[in-house]
């Protein structure tokens, strides 16, 4: 039989430990990698679509300047989040030609978080549920 003091101290031991996780949570879910300020537009191919939680992915193969191929890998928001937003797991397959504007890793190397993607039939989607409408439309 549990006494109230019993009880005081699962629910101090239940406490303590989401205290512990949260920093943990907060951090994993923080955008803080990429740089919001700015905007780079890519083209290329298709190398790999993960439609997988907590974030989907797309690896992309853009073509440098120089004639080499570099393999960027972008993020996206959550697969329900998506779904919102009107994507499907099925909109992309590997070899399909995409534009795409992301916001850039801060440290420089080839990744990014999307912004918006322009799939090969030419629909345009975002990172998740579009923004509802403004006031007075």
Known sequence: MSTPRHALMR???AVAGLAAVAPALQAHHSFAMFDQTKRVTLAGSVAAFQWT????????DV????????????????PSMLVRGGWKFTD????DKIALVV?????????????QVTLSDGRVLG????????RGQ
Do not use: F
């Open 11 to 13: 629910l101090a031991l």
């Open 53 to 60: 939680n907590p974030h989907v992915i797309i690896e992309v």
């Open 63 to 78: 073509p440098n300047t120089n004639g080499t191929v570099g393999l960027w890998t972008i993020e996206l928001g959550s």
């Open 127 to 134: 990172n998740g549920a579009p923004p509802p409408p403004s």
């Open 103 to 115: 916001n850039p890793l801060k440290q420089g190397d080839n990744g990014g978080l999307l912004v």
């Open 92 to 95: 992309l397959k590997r070899g």
